[in-house]
């Protein structure tokens, strides 16, 4: 073989040694993929508890309901809870969105249990009334809702001279029947004889006054209506008179042409008008 068949056998060996030698390398780097340090590891970032999906007022805490998330550690809130373990058996107080953190504020106190006593806030009472299905607005107040209480009730001695009153306003709605959070049936209604409201100890007296001296209804509110309304009533006559076409003025009397005779003793006299 000549000297220059040589070389040229050589060149090539070394360019298919050279392309093998960066086809393996490109291989070995491409496999390799970045190890992702704990978020634990993170300086500066600590494990904190937030809510595996979304999590409503009165459910009790599982293992399924939360998980860990990273969080900066100078910016932990207050309350927060480091260990999953902290929070199971706990009762919701406080709707909680999924991936949210769980605070103490949000979950009813310790040893509360389960039940509608786990839900109440402070200074608050809660109050049952039988309803039925033109109460409850054919089973479309649920647990969560907000309602004016109207009452009807007799005035006096009169027991036939009623009157309609808006007596509450605003009032959440605990549960309807055994439910304490709205089941996940697309808002579909459902009718119960009893429902149980959030009130003060000064509204739960005249609740029960109302509900045993005359019938209830529930307006129901939309929840981001805050407004309060005042209201004098409406008895029989105002309700009677309600969208009347206004009447027309009377027009005075004119008396034309009219004359009266007026008799003083034995003297006669005629008056014209």
């Known amino acids: 073989m000549s000297k220059s068949a040589k070389a040229i056998v050589q060149i090539a060996l070394a360019l298919v040694l050279s392309l093998a030698a960066g086809l393996t390398a490109f291989m070995w780097t491409g496999s390799k993929k970045p190890v992702a340090r704990p978020e634990a590891q993170i300086p500066g970032v600590v494990s904190i508890v937030v809510a595996a999906k979304d999590l409503k007022r009165g459910e009790v805490?599982?293992?399924?309901?939360?998980?860990?998330a990273g969080q900066?550690?100078?910016?932990?809130p207050a309350g927060a809870f480091r260990d999953p373990a902290g929070v199971k058996g706990r009762v919701i107080a406080a709707d909680v969105?999924?991936?949210?953190?769980?605070?103490?504020?949000?979950?009813?106190?310790?040893?509360?249990?389960?039940?509608i006593s786990a839900i109440i806030p402070p200074g608050k009472r809660?109050?049952?009334?039988?309803?039925?299905?033109?109460m409850g607005l054919a089973g479309f107040v649920r647990p969560g809702n907000r309602v004016d209480v109207l009452a009807t009730l007799n005035t006096g001695q009169a027991e036939d001279k009623p009157v309609t009153k808006l007596v509450l306003e605003n009032v959440p709605v605990l549960a309807t029947g055994a439910e304490t959070v709205q089941p996940p049936d697309g808002g579909k209604p459902s009718s119960v004889d009893v429902y149980t409201l959030e009130l003060s100890p000064e509204e739960s007296e005249k609740l029960a006054l109302a509900a045993n001296e005359g019938t209830l209804h529930f307006a129901l509110r939309n929840s981001a209506d805050q407004d309060s309304v005042l209201t004098s009533g409406a008895d029989v006559a105002k309700t009677l008179a309600s969208l009347?076409?206004?009447g027309r003025?009377?027009?005075?009397?004119?008396?034309?042409?009219?004359s009266v005779e007026v008799i003083t003793g034995a003297s006669r006299a005629k008056v014209n008008f």
């Open 126 to 134: 809660a109050m049952a009334v039988k309803g039925n299905k033109v």
């Open 61 to 68: 805490i599982d293992a399924a309901s939360v998980k860990l």
């Open 244 to 246: 009347r076409p206004a």
């Open 72 to 76: 900066m550690s100078d910016s932990l």
């Open 97 to 115: 969105a999924r991936n949210e953190l769980l605070t103490e504020t949000r979950l009813a106190p310790r040893d509360s249990g389960p039940g």
């Open 249 to 258: 003025r009377a027009e005075p009397l004119r008396a034309s042409g009219l």
